[in-house]
């Protein structure tokens, strides 16, 4: 009888969580997915940082102690791909063959042996995240062989002495796996084992019975997850080896395991009982597992004709792995929780206009399409930020995103006051962020490019003139105050229903006297004075002079509307002036003009109808008779005769003084 | 100023384009009037003179006139006033939109993301709602103005004859009970194959204390149209 002894316990079953369930390849997830199934390399985030001891139990040998199993990182990058390596000075296994050696029946005896060591030190990983739910992997694992053989050796001169031949051989062993998660209950696994194998050398013929073998080999694994507390998981293979297990998470931190084992050579089908117990706390992981094999013999007594029979495919788990107790720890550095919500691109709807930086409070600047990569539904806001020009980010609702599904969200910007003074157009990064709950910070973020245009600069839009409409500044204040003063005399004595019309021309004449209209479209086109600049230019074009009546007449609460003419054919010829609301009961027009062409009756908020009087503001120099004649006759001929109005190409924007 | 005379020029030339061309004075009886454009005053005037779409005519008491513009004649009777405008055929799409004018034009209720326009108020209109100011409106100006629709119905302008006839009415609401009026609107729906807008105009006609002769004109016409839709 031929005895192997083990005389080393370096065997270990790579994943302390993996070893407590019986099965991990569907589960795989950390840096020991480099030996259970590469393609759980995919599910770290950032960086993660694992080592783990181990201990052997053998009955026929005192424990070796607690040991230095592995130690490895692994790091995410470019978003979808993960690297990975890994040092287990532990993964070692040794045996030796010792074989009595006598001259003669009485003569002392001369062990001949034979010491194997099988070294799987090094390996490397890379995972890639095709998509949220589909995870490729690649691993190769360099394993070395080491067999001394001592012999006995007779000659003529020195007759018997002992001869020791050593042999190496080396290779990287590939292993291909694929992972996928196609909903929130089920992982499904696959890896190809020793699928290819780069040899760096081979043992020589004599000693090669005692080599690992490479066989190649398909084991396929499946996850299910009922609920959010229980896990069942089961692995099998092509040796028909394999193992299912559950998992049951106890509380936010706890979690308990049990595994059983089967096939592997073993004269029983079930071959062995795992229990394990996980830690988490944060970003921290602690792992403590036991594996127990019912069939001892080959563990105990492993045999020459077993080992040669048997040999040894798997350095983790094979015929002649012990029991053994495990204890990993793994922390997760960088971002250190799983993403949930990825932006997909930002949209900017609009450049910003300091001029009416105020309605981006309340009208979306742009949209993000945030997707849901996680397996189960979310619900994911958006923060949209620009530095210098915001204090704080401003946050959309909630949005629920099924898995996997896409939403586009649309965001605001609360800007302060800092864009007011932005003298010419600027770009600013600008970051978007998603958080989805329950996470606590954002899940990703994206940068964007937002243009800040000049406080003058105008999108040449009627509906954002308005915002260039300052009642309350110091100079229009002082302006109407200071006109009005001067003719009160004449104004004590209007009826009361002709105030706001005898004010408003009374202003407009004043204006006339100061203010000269200039047509330069060159200099002005997308640019508007804000109205106490063209008080203090003295003039302006027609969007200035029409902007700076229309904020003269609402300090003094008459509210005016943009008459904004775009042709259609010649959309560059579009011009703007404006009416304003005499507050004239359309009953009592004719103390306005017998002419109904010179005026326009509108329905107000509270549904009376008042008379209302167009004025073209760059006939200014004409006074005030002459300009509401051409604003009228300008009317007329637009929205009466042109029906511009009704199709489209006249529009009227209303400057309502606030309320 | 170039600029915009030029605009000027082209917009009236635009505006011409969608309109019958001018008309010419035939004849005159007593005294016809002209109101050029935007102005106030009124000329009187002659056979031969020009009269422009912007412009409008006014006859007086005992007064006529024949206007003439491609072929088109149109005989005006006393005491009424005529937009030369309002002459001209409109594509059903633009009159039902004009028709829809009075919504288009009246101030939109303030949209809830709407900025504010702060207003530091100087002076303050006064409430006329509230107002005890009599009421000015010429009834007679807008009687005319009437008789003016009711040319254009009778020269086959429906369209301007109904719109006419409706502001007419809604700037001088002491003409609600214009009758006459009323029925010109409703049959001119009727003979621009509106129907529905026609049945709700002789269904409020039809529940005014009505002439027997009108009453049973509405009458037949409601189920005329009833029966057809």
């Not at chain 1, 950390?30 to 009955?59: E, Q």
């Not at chain 1, 499904?188 to 290819?196: H, I, M, P, S, Y």
Request: net charge neutral.
């Amino acid at each position: 009888m031929i005895i192997a002894t083990f005389s080393v316990f370096g065997q270990h079953l790579t994943s302390t969580r993996g070893s407590a369930l019986g099965a991990f390849t569907a589960l795989s997830d950390d840096i020991a997915s480099i030996d259970w199934n590469p393609a759980g390399l995919g599910s770290i985030r950032d960086w993660d940082v694992t080592t783990s001891l181990y201990s052997a139990f053998r009955r026929d040998v005192s424990s070796g102690g607690v040991s230095l199993y592995a130690a490895g990182s692994a790091k995410r990058f470019l978003d979808y791909h993960v690297v990975a390596g890994s040092y287990a000075p532990g993964l070692n296994l040794e045996f030796t063959v010792s074989t009595p050696f006598a001259f003669d029946s009485t003569g002392p005896k001369i062990d001949k042996e034979e010491h194997i060591i099988y070294r799987e030190q090094y390996a490397l990983g890379y995972g890639y995240q095709m998509t949220p739910t589909v995870g490729l992997g690649l691993s190769a694992r360099y394993r070395e062989q080491m067999i001394t053989s001592r012999q006995v050796v007779f000659d003529q001169a020195t007759g018997a002495r002992i001869k020791t031949d050593d042999n190496t051989a080396s290779a990287w062993n590939l292993d291909i796996g694929l992972l996928w998660k196609p909903n929130s209950e089920w992982s499904l696994g696959a890896v190809a084992k020793n699928l290819f194998r780069l040899t760096e050398s081979e043992l020589p013929e004599g000693v090669l019975p005692y080599g690992l073998r490479n066989v190649k080999t398909l084991r396929v694994g499946a996850a299910y997850h009922p609920s959010r507390t229980a896990t069942f998981v089961l692995d099998f293979d092509t040796k028909a080896m394999g193992g299912f297990g559950s998992e049951w998470t106890v509380s936010d931190q706890w979690a308990l395991r049990q595994g059983v084992w089967f096939g592997g050579s073993s004269t029983r089908f079930i071959a062995g009982l795992s229990a394990g117990l996980g830690f988490s706390y944060g970003p921290a992981k602690i792992n403590l597992s036991y594996v127990h094999f019912l069939d001892q013999s080959s563990r105990t007594h492993p045999t020459l004709e077993k080992f040669l029979d048997r040999g040894v495919q798997d350095l983790g788990y094979n015929v002649f792995t012990p029991d053994q107790l495990s204890l990993s720890a793994t922390i997760a550095l960088g971002r250190t929780r799983d993403t949930w919500a990825k932006i997909e691109y930002v949209q900017i709807l609009s450049e910003v206009y300091p001029s009416s930086y105020q309605v981006h409070a309340f009208r979306p600047l742009g949209k993000a399409r945030v997707k849901n990569v996680s397996t189960k539904p979310i619900e994911a806001r958006v923060a949209f930020f620009v530095d210098q020009y915001m204090d704080n980010p401003t946050e959309t609702r909630s949005y629920y995103i099924e898995p996997n599904g896409e939403v586009d969200v649309p965001f605001t910007a609360i800007f302060n006051e800092a864009i007011r003074f932005v003298p010419s157009m600027v770009l600013r990064a600008a970051d978007v962020f998603v958080k989805s709950s329950p996470a606590e910070e954002y899940d990703d973020k994206s940068q964007t490019r937002l243009i800040i245009r000049g406080r003058n600069d105008w999108d040449g839009d009627a509906l954002s003139l308005r915002y260039f409409i300052t009642p309350e500044d110091p100079d229009i204040l002082r302006f109407t105050r200071n006109a009005l003063s001067e003719k009160k005399d004449s104004l004590a004595g209007v009826a009361r229903q002709l105030e706001k019309f005898r004010s408003a021309r009374t202003l407009f004449n004043e204006f006339a006297t100061r203010l000269t209209y200039v047509n330069d479209p060159k200099v002005s086109k997308d640019r508007v004075q804000f109205p106490s600049e063209t008080l203090a230019l003295r003039g302006g074009d027609c969007d200035d002079m029409t902007v700076c009546f229309s904020s003269l007449l609402a300090s003094i609460g008459v509210s005016t509307a943009f008459i904004d003419v775009v042709p259609l054919q010649r959309p560059d010829e579009g011009h703007i002036y404006l009416m304003f609301d005499t507050e004239v009961s359309a009953k009592q027009a004719n103390i306005i003009s017998e002419n109904p062409k010179r005026y326009v009756v509108r329905k107000n908020e509270r549904g009376e109808e008042t008379v209302w009087i167009p004025v073209e503001t760059t006939a200014i120099t004409e006074g005030f008779l002459n300009a509401w004649e051409q604003g009228a006759k300008e009317y007329f001929d637009e929205v009466e005769v042109g029906l511009g109005l009704v199709r489209g190409w006249v529009r009227l924007v209303d400057v309502l003084p606030g309320r | 100023m170039r600029t915009r005379l030029l605009w000027l020029i082209l917009g009236s030339l635009f505006a011409l384009q969608l309109q019958a061309a001018d008309f010419v004075v035939k004849a005159v009886k007593g005294t016809v009037e002209v109101r050029r454009g935007v102005t106030e005053e009124w000329r009187k005037v002659k056979i031969g003179d020009l009269l422009k779409p912007e412009d409008s005519m006014r006859t007086g008491a005992g007064a006529g006139a024949t206007i003439e513009a491609d072929k088109k004649k149109l005989t005006v009777p006393e005491m009424t006033i005529l937009d030369i405008s309002d002459v001209r055929q409109l594509t059903q799409e633009d009159f039902l939109l004009k028709l829809a004018m009075e919504n288009i034009l009246a101030v939109p209720p303030r949209e809830k993301d709407e900025l504010s326009i702060p207003s530091a108020t100087v002076l303050h209109g006064t409430d006329m709602s509230k107002s005890d100011q009599p009421v000015f409106s010429d009834s007679k100006i807008g009687e005319m103005e009437l008789k003016g629709a009711r040319v254009l119905y009778d020269n086959a302008y429906y369209a301007t004859a109904v719109l006419k006839s409706k502001e007419t009415l809604r700037t001088h609401p002491e003409l609600k009970l214009n009758l006459d009026a009323r029925l010109t609107i409703a049959t001119a729906f009727e003979k621009m194959k509106l129907t529905k807008e026609a049945i709700r105009e002789y269904s409020v006609l039809s529940k005014e204390n009505l002439p027997a002769s009108m009453a049973k004109k509405v009458q037949m016409s409601l189920e005329k149209l009833k029966q057809g839709k």
